[in-house]
């Protein structure tokens, strides 16, 4: 597919007051995109919008767990723009699941924030993609996605629905020239990741992650994930019959 660069296009990012949908911001902008950022925290996207500078980046404060505010979001988006090239679902939350107090609230939070607000999100923006120059849909995933893993049950199924989700419609929005990208990072330091209590390899700062999903953005890739190292072995492993595949993870369980 042609690589179309983000230089003046308009891209909405969600997630964007911490982590990786900061860094996105702020190598958007470095590239001469504009972009509407999006997170529950004002005042940390009003300072991400001073630090990036000029009048680069709108502010749009936003709980993407309440539709209503998703759509009053995007009614915003439409009388101040008319249109949006491209819009990146970001947000998201990570719980683990302790089988031994199995607990479906997590259940419920996890695929509110991370599956039901991409839901919200397509519902949202597609009409304002549809006005948008060369558009595309870039949703959050994870490497998680590719096949279970520990703990994983919630914060993974959530990721694999996200991963469905924009396969599905991928083929779906083949037709209206919108293009979707699926972004599946292995481990990325933000404070997300700054929670875990377990070893991460190959782990890549937020501004690298940033730099690799934008590239992955402007060459119009259906799948961005990285580092290759990491998720091509994770691939790989889902490859394998179901048996050596739960004894190949038993056994990273059990050296880390
Ligand atoms: N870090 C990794 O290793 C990694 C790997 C694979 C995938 N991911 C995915 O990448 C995305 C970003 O992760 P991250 O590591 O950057 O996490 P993070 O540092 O915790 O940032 C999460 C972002 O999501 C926003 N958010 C959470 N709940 C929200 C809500 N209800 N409404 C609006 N915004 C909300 C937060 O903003 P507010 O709190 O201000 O609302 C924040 O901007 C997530 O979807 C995560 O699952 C991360």
Aim: glycine share 6%; with cysteine.
């Amino acid at each position: 597919m042609r690589r179309i660069t983000v230089q003046d296009r308009l891209v909405w990012v969600t997630g964007a007051s911490l982590g990786i949908g900061r860094a996105v911001v702020v190598e958007l902008v470095r590239r001469g995109a504009r972009v509407i950022a999006s997170a529950r925290n004002e005042l940390a996207l009003n300072e991400l919008a001073r630090e990036c500078g000029g009048d680069r980046v709108v502010v749009l404060p936003l709980d993407v767990t309440n539709r209503q505010a998703t759509l009053q979001a995007a009614h915003t988006i439409r009388q101040q723009f008319g249109y949006l090239d491209i819009a990146f679902l970001n947000a998201g939350i990570c719980e683990y699941v302790d089988v031994a107090t199995f607990d479906s609230s997590i259940f419920e939070r996890t695929m509110q924030t991370n599956f039901l607000s991409v839901v919200y999100g397509v519902e949202a923006m597609l009409p304002l993609l549809r006005a948008g120059r060369h558009p595309q849909l870039v949703g959050m995933s994870s490497t998680v996605a590719y096949r279970g893993l520990p703990r994983a049950e919630a914060y993974g199924a959530s990721k694999a629905a996200i991963k469905h989700l924009l396969e599905s419609l991928d083929l779906d929005l083949l037709k209206d020239g919108i293009s979707v990208s699926v972004v599946c990072p292995g481990f990325v330091k933000t404070p997300l990741t700054d929670r875990n209590d377990f070893p991460m390899p190959f782990r890549i700062e937020a501004h690298e992650a940033a730099r690799r999903i934008v590239d992955g953005i402007e060459a119009r890739n259906p799948e961005i994930h990285f580092p290759k190292r990491f998720s091509l072995l994770l691939k790989l492993l889902s490859l394998l019959p179901h048996c050596l595949y739960i004894r190949a993870c038993a056994r990273m369980v059990h050296s880390s």
